[in-house]
Every structure is written in C-alpha cells, then in structure tokens.
C-alpha cells in the first residue's frame, strides 16, 4: 500500500547558501539542511533534495509537492548572461514616440537583450476609448523584419491594464507568422500603469524566457535523479506561489522571491503577522515589513539591473551586511563591505582557514557566534571588534528606513547571519530570534499559499458594490483554479485608486486572493485554470 502524500519540500537558492525544509501537513519541520550554494546553483539544489532525502529514508515516497524559490532570474539581469534576443513593439503611435523603448536602459544590457523595435499606431485611453486603428500591417512587417533573430517578442500597448484587445491581437499576429508556439510576453499580463516601466518589465520577461526553461529542466532533472514523483511550483515575489508552466512564461515574477519567502517565513515561525524582518544571509542584509503576515509591496518604481519597472515587488532594503561581508580599514575607521567572499566563505574567512577578515570572524571574535575550523589570530582582532560597533548604527539605519517612522513594531532576525543582529535596537519594540530561522526562507516557500489576482477599473455610483464584488469573485475563483483550498480562501488584499482625470468618477480596484495549497488528490469544481491566476 502506497504512503500517503503529505510532505512537501521549501527550497531557497541564495547566494551563499541553498536551503531546504521538508515540512508535513501540520506545518512541522521534518528535515532541513543548509547546503554551499554552487557557482552552477543547480548542484547546490541537488546536495539539499539529497540529503534531505537521506534523513527521510523510506519516508521520501510521501514527498508530494516542492516549491523552489531561486536567483536565476535575478542574476541572469544583473550578470547580463543567458538572456535572449527580443523585438519589441510598442502600440500608441504617435502619443508615446518621444521616449524609445530602452532608452533609459544601461546600454551594455540594452545591446543584449533588443533585436529592434518598432512604434505603431494602436492602443487605448484609460477609459478603453480607442486612440487609434490598430496598424495590423505594420505588425507583420515588424515581425518578419526580426524573425530570424528574436528569441521572443514583447508587446505593449497604451493603457493595456484598462482595455488588452490591441495586446491580443498583435499577439495572434506574431503567432500567425512565426507559430503558435512562439515566445510572447504582453504587458497587460506583468505590470500596472505606467507605459514606460510596464513595458521594460515586458522585454525583460521576454529575455528570462530561455532562462526559466532552464530552470525548469533543471529542477525536472534533479528530482528525476532523486526518483521524485512531485508537483513542483515556483515562488514568486508577492509571497505566494506559481505552477511551473506560469513561472516559464511570467519568469520576472520570480525576482525577489527570494526576501519574500524570507518575510512569510519569519511570520510562520515567529508568530508575528506584523512586524519588520531582517534576512541577515552570506552576502547582504535583507530588511522588509510584514502586514497580515505578507511582505509590504513596493508603492514605488523597481528598479532591476539599472531598469525602472512597475511590476509588483515586495517592498524591501538590502545593506552590505552579511556573513561574508569582507572587513577591512583599520581598528579606527573600519570598513564594512560592500564586498563579499559569498559562497566562499567556507574557505575564505579567518575562521575556516582563509585569509579574508569577514563579519562571520567578527561575529566569532565577539562571541556572538562559535563555529569554524581555525582560531582567529590576535592580529585582526581589534578590527574585528570595531566592525561590531558599526554593525548596530547600519540595523538602526536601515530600521528607521523601512519602518517610515513607526516604532511599535517587533524585529524578527531570521537567516544564517542572525547572530549579527544587536539584542536590542532602537526603532523597534524587541528583537525576536524564532526557531529555524536560519532556514526562514526555506520554510517561507514550503509554507507559501496561492493566489490569484483582479485588477480592473470601475465606474463609481450604484452598481460600484455589485462591481466590487465581482471583482473579489474573480480574484478568489483564480485562486482556487490555481490550487488553493477552497474552503480557506480569502481576501488578503484590497486597494482603491481614485482616477480623478476622468470625465466620469473611477475607481483602480486591485484585489488579491491567497489561500493554502488543497491536499493532493482533492479535485477543485471551478474549471480550468483561469487565464491570468498565478499560484
């Protein structure tokens, strides 16, 4: 008889460590490691399903689902590698031909990612009244102009968030060309308002796709090696989780999952739905606000790699303070990073036998901290101390700064550099170190629920309630039709934006749903996945 399916795996690929939790139905952890993070990540991914696999021995058959949060996307934009070759159409002429698309980018990931672009009449005002006629010819000269060089295409369309009918039918246009099955990322499905950062986030999603098809062969491999029967999702930067066949075609949704999970996490184990988290890892410091025990999301541009985008992302401050931080001046003026050994640091740091004086060595001359292979020599000692004193005057800092003022708020300290974190800081009410909480981001993915979303515009006046309603059905039923729990399904977010500019009064309503995975076998009554949910 076979086992029942009830654990599952959380994975956290970060830039130091790799970590992983095998959690079951009750949300106890059953097995956790921390492993190096490899120079190819996936080897990293493989040492943790290995050795959790170990420590469950005949109990591995009852892993039913991992969810994986990862760097990928995130590096492959900063490190400008892997990225693929994008023609980009912009539908608003002649409104929107001042500023080219990319124009702001830097030039060295701009000459990576572009194949061309092109500004063609087309598009909506906000209200959904037409601008212009689509230039449907247009398309198709654009398109067989890049066929032999895009990896993908990317379309945006003025105001496509109010009215995507130009979208999807230069989407069938390009397909019509170059196969059904060809790589299209459109801007109504990635971002908000805002034709310049929506369409930057678009081309970029179109340059990951390759990147996410990696990942996902990756991960397909790894768990074929370990003989693991699984559902796998993909964790996203709201806190919640994506299918995979989501992640491959939304794969900027992954960037800055990997603090989201670090938030979800620390609320979990802490018990604490608000308060602000700092993720202290190998390579830097990551500070965020919890608010009903999701992250805070940005109400500001993103800036990824150099490019303004409006896509959601968790609201969140990295600083230069990590395990592997390097520390270097003197015992006078100590100077704290920004530069890090990362992955190295097993090697590199005074207290495994290296050279490099890192915050792990200083957490270890303080006695904050015992762990490594070698003593640290009195002649570093001094500095070391010194970059202690500098460590609490950077948290309060970086407090003050994401907190905006309220000092009411608790610190949970979570990641494998929590020890760095003063007993007591000014900004906040106390300190919190929960149980596993160097394993937080791990446990943020294995915990995290699914979600889906409604973003639309309404007319304000009496059929506004009716209108607010449907919206909050639609947001629940893409929830469910991407995995959740249908009888732990609820409203987790909520957000009204007046569009004063408008001939008649409106109202932006952004709802979001979220809710816990459903258990394996449960079937679901609301049909097939609904276009836009997002796990």
Not at 159 to 166: G, R, V
Not at 240 to 255: C, G, K, R, S, V
Request: proline share 4%.
């Amino acid at each position: 008889m076979s086992k029942p399916k009830d654990l599952r795996i959380g994975i956290d690929v970060g830039g130091t460590n790799t970590d992983a939790v095998v959690m079951d139905e009750q949300d106890r952890i059953v097995a956790r490691t921390k492993q190096a993070t490899s120079r190819d990540v996936t080897a990293g991914m493989q040492a943790a399903l290995t050795t959790l696999i170990g420590e469950l021995g005949d109990d591995a058959e009852r892993i039913g689902r991992v969810m994986l949060g990862t760097t990928h996307a995130t590096n492959a934009i900063l490190e400008r590698r892997a990225l693929g070759k994008v023609g980009v159409i912009r539908l608003g002429a002649p409104a929107t031909m001042s500023l080219s698309p990319m124009e702001s980018w830097p030039i060295a990931l701009r000459d990576t990612v572009s194949v061309g672009w092109t500004i063609l009449r087309g598009g909506h005002y906000i209200d959904g009244r037409r601008i212009s006629e689509l230039d449907e010819a247009g398309i198709a000269e654009f398109v067989e102009s890049v066929r032999d060089t895009a990896d993908a295409i990317a379309i945006t369309a003025v105001f496509s968030p109010a009215s995507n009918e130009d979208e999807l039918r230069a989407a069938e246009i390009v397909r019509g060309i170059l196969g059904r099955d060809f790589p299209i990322s459109m801007s109504h499905d990635i971002g908000s308002l805002g034709i310049v950062e929506r369409e930057s986030a678009t081309i970029l999603n179109a340059a990951l796709f390759g990147v996410a098809g990696q990942v996902v062969r990756a991960l397909d491999d790894v768990l074929l090696e370990a003989r693991l029967d699984v559902e796998t999702y993909f964790a996203q930067n709201d806190g919640t989780l994506m299918a995979t066949e989501f992640a491959e075609q939304f794969p900027i949704l992954t960037i800055g999952s990997g603090p989201a999970n670090s938030l979800r996490g620390a609320a979990y184990l802490s018990g604490e739905p608000d308060a602000i988290v700092v993720d202290v890892g190998g390579t830097s410091s990551d500070l965020g606000v919890l608010v009903g025990g999701f992250p805070r999301e940005s109400a500001a541009a993103v800036e990824i790699g150099g490019v303004h985008t409006n896509f959601r992302m968790p609201d969140i401050l990295a600083i230069a303070l990590g395990g592997g931080t390097i520390v270097a001046g003197t015992p006078e003026e100590p100077v704290i990073g920004p530069q890090s050994v990362g992955y190295r640091v097993s090697t590199e740091a005074l207290v495994f036998g290296g050279s490099t004086p890192t915050l792990s060595d200083a957490g270890n001359a303080a006695g904050l901290a015992s762990f490594g292979t070698h003593p640290i020599g009195n002649s570093h000692r001094e500095l070391l101390q010194a970059a202690i004193g500098c460590i609490e005057e950077m948290f309060v800092d970086a407090v003050d700064r994401v907190s905006l003022g309220r000092t009411t708020l608790p610190l949970v300290a979570v990641g494998g550099g929590a020890y760095l974190v003063p007993e007591k800081l000014a900004g906040v009410t106390s300190v919190l170190r929960p149980a596993n909480g160097d394993v937080a981001n791990a446990v943020g993915a294995a915990i995290a629920w699914v979600s889906g979303r409604s973003d639309g515009i309404h007319a304000q006046g009496g059929d506004f309630k009716e209108s607010l309603q449907a919206s909050y059905d639609e947001a629940i039923q893409r929830a469910i039709s991407a995995g959740a729990d249908p009888e732990r399904v609820e409203i987790v977010e909520h957000i009204e934006i007046p569009l004063a500019y408008l001939t008649s009064p409106a109202v932006r309503v952004r709802v979001k749903a979220a809710g816990p995975l459903r258990k394996l076998g449960v079937a679901h009554s609301v049909g097939q996945r609904a276009e836009h949910s997002s796990v």
